[in-house]
């Protein structure tokens, strides 16, 4: 009975050996695991360039007014990404610099669309019959278009026009036909499209298009800008009936109207604009008529 219990208790011992020696062959292969795949990590990621630190310090130079300070850090960056190249290329459109801006443009290894408008935006910016032309070359010859890039030519069209009669009516009738070869318009476009004829002294076609285009059930909240001001435009040249007309377009609130928007409602704007048209007009009875019916008043009003 000894000797059992002693064998028993022997081959108890030897197991919890093994047990034990297993446990510390295993921890230790893994330890070494874990060291070996510590040591290929940080090997890795001291080969690898930092990219995050150069885009930061490219931002930073570029918002202290220290562009030249930029492009040197720029070019001493090995490794670019699109976030090194748009900043760099929309500090130099910022400041206006676009023959700079243009040639990182044409060398940039991949464009996209924010990029290809920016660009646009930034020739469109700098006014002039020149830089409208380089904007559209650069329209032209985009692989790929969206809302942006056509919102972009049409307000550079129309609100280009300012330097001549004959140039102004060229510009405008070429946003018009921006805007009707469109795939999808949308509420920006028109406002876009009518703010430019605005400043152009184009009332009568603003009014044709955001009559013609504005009565949609759809985004019309974001058409209130145009339709106030071209309330004031009117107002500003004498037409008051027009102006008036237009703004009884405007429901006073979302139960009035077919629109059924409960966004698309005359706002504080939309009230002194009439307000005014009237005042400007000599016409205190009917301003002091659009004054009571307000619903809500502003110190301004």
């Not at 020696?21 to 990621?45: D, Q």
């Not at 080969?47 to 720029?74: C, G, Q, W």
């Not at 008036?244 to 377009?249: E, P």
Request: hydrophobic share 40%.
């Amino acid at each position: 009975m000894q000797r059992l219990n002693a064998t028993v208790l022997a081959t108890k011992r030897r197991a919890q050996a093994r047990s034990y020696l297993s446990r510390y062959l295993l921890g230790s292969c893994i330890a070494r695991k874990v060291t070996s795949l510590s040591r290929n990590f940080a090997s890795e990621t001291k080969s690898k360039p930092d990219v995050y630190s150069p885009n930061k310090k490219i931002s930073h130079l570029i918002r202290t007014n220290r562009l030249s300070e930029a492009r040197v850090m720029f070019d001493k960056t090995v490794q670019r990404n699109t976030v090194t190249w748009n900043a760099m290329i929309d500090g130099y459109v910022k400041f206006r610099e676009m023959a700079k801006a243009r040639q990182l443009f044409d060398i940039m290894p991949r464009r996209d669309v924010v990029l290809w408008n920016l660009l646009i935006s930034g020739y469109i910016s700098c006014r002039g019959s020149g830089f409208l032309g380089e904007a559209r070359l650069l329209f032209d010859k985009m692989p790929k278009r969206d809302s942006v890039s056509w919102n972009t030519m049409i307000s550079g069209y129309a609100k280009n026009g300012m330097t001549e009669a004959a140039l102004r009516n060229g510009d405008v009738a070429r946003a018009m036909e921006f805007f009707e070869k469109m795939p999808e318009r949308d509420s920006a476009s028109l406002s876009a499209l009518v703010a430019g004829l605005i400043k152009n002294g184009e009332l009568d076609e603003a009014g044709k298009i955001l009559v013609k285009f504005g009565n949609r059930r759809d985004g019309r909240e974001d058409l209130l800008h145009a339709y106030n001001t071209l309330i004031a435009g009117y107002g500003q040249r004498g037409r008051v009936d027009e102006a008036r007309r237009l703004f009884d377009r405007i429901p006073v609130c979302s139960e009035q109207g077919e629109e059924g928007n409960e966004n698309f409602r005359r706002n504080f704007v939309s009230w002194n604009s009439m307000i005014m048209c009237y005042v400007k007009a000599g016409d205190i009875v009917s301003a002091r008529e659009i004054f009571d019916q307000m619903v809500e008043r502003d110190s301004f009003s």
